[in-house]
């Protein structure tokens, strides 16, 4: 069995290496997706400072589309590698044990979604029922410091040891999962020693760049301790540098924000190349900016079949593909899945350290 793994992942190494180009023109026959960024709702159990999820109208339910029916014909049409459930806060949602199953047995994709952790023995529950029936999925935990600084991010007393409950339970019970940080003004400084004291204990932790569109409205309140306009992407550059020394996994994002810095554009986005996003009211968009003129229908209008909704949007999606070609939506803090772009936007010695790191951490995994 570990044999089969190794050989499988050498193989998406070697696949990697060899299809990271950027395509002259969408093909939309066999358009197969390497990941899918799946919002199921907008509504949220927390209190966050840096968002206003959690402020969605309960009314809004109303307007979701994502039963059981919608996602199993939805994804038994198209086609993607991964799936990514998010929100909001997916867990809420009563059948989202039976979304993941149906994506997974319809769609064969791997399944992973994040969390904010505080509806902890719902969470638990859930987990454990995934895995009695040989689903493979993995948990984004989401995490933005340590104890003090995550719960003033919460908003709530209390959520960080959610956190570290839900750490140990899968650990006890050997379920895959990341920490999540997103990086603010007022957690910048805990970036570094929050990356050191996960990775020396074996887990991994992504780093993402916080957003500030109109989803995520912050509260007034606490603006100038989220993010000081003048200095927060300049400081960011600064920490993701030293991060990249200890840490090469980081550069696509230090890459990133040193080209926005300094007002460049970056490489051409795998927004819809690569990657597709989709809404809780059933908006399809090509990336996580959710942008009015990247936008590309709704699958209410086919009936949530994916095979018929391209073809009925064929223009559109050749429309938007140039538009992205030719970094028409850039400068942008979206710019997607920079696994990607790295190519196209970092020296070989950097990428080759990237993979190598990325190779080693894989086959770790596999002799756990
Ligand atoms: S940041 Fe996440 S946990 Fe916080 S309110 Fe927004 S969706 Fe909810
Ligand atoms: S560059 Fe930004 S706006 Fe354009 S497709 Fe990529 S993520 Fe979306």
Known sequence: MTIKKLTRSIIKFYHFL????????????????????????????SRCITCNCWQTSPTEQKKEVWNLDNIRKFYSTVKANYVYLTGG???????????????????GASVSFTTNGLAT?????????????GIIFSLDLSCNGFEQKHDFS?????????????INFCQSHKIYFTLSFTAFS???????????????????????????????????????????????PR??????????????????????????????KNFPCF???????????????????????????????SDFDFRKFIQSKEDRFKEVFNIIKEKR?????????????????????????????????RIKKLFK
């Open 18 to 45: 060899s299809k990271n180009n950027y395509p002259n023109s969408l093909k939309l026959e066999g358009l197969k997706f390497d990941i899918i960024i799946h919002y199921l709702t907008w509504r949220c159990n």
């Open 89 to 107: 806060e997916p867990s809420i949602i009563p059948n989202f044990r039976e979304i993941v199953e149906i994506i997974y047995k319809t769609s």
């Open 121 to 133: 023995k719902k969470i638990e529950e859930d987990l454990l029922w995934l895995k009695k029936r």
């Open 154 to 166: 919460r908003g709530i007393i209390g959520n960080y040891q959610k956190i570290l409950e839900l």
């Open 186 to 232: 007022f957690n910048l400084d805990e970036a570094i020693p929050f990356i050191d004291y996960w990775n020396k204990k074996g887990v991994e932790v992504t780093l993402g760049i916080a957003r500030f569109d109109q989803r995520y409205k912050i509260n007034e309140n606490f603006k100038k301790d989220i993010i000081d306009d003048r200095d927060y």
């Open 235 to 264: 400081i960011l550059e600064k920490i993701l540098k030293e991060l990249c020394e200890k840490y090469p996994q980081y550069l696509p994002q230090y890459q990133l924000i040193k080209k926005i810095n300094n007002n460049e």
């Open 271 to 301: 927004g819809l190349v690569k990657r597709l996003v989709v809404g809780p009211y059933g908006e399809v968009f090509p990336c996580d900016g959710l942008v009015d003129k990247l936008y590309l229908g709704n699958l209410k209008e």
């Open 329 to 361: 939506c850039q400068p942008c803090f979206y710019i997607t899945d920079l696994l990607y772009g790295i190519n196209l936007t970092l020296p070989k010695k950097d990428i080759i350290r990237i993979l190598k790191k990325r190779f080693l951490v």
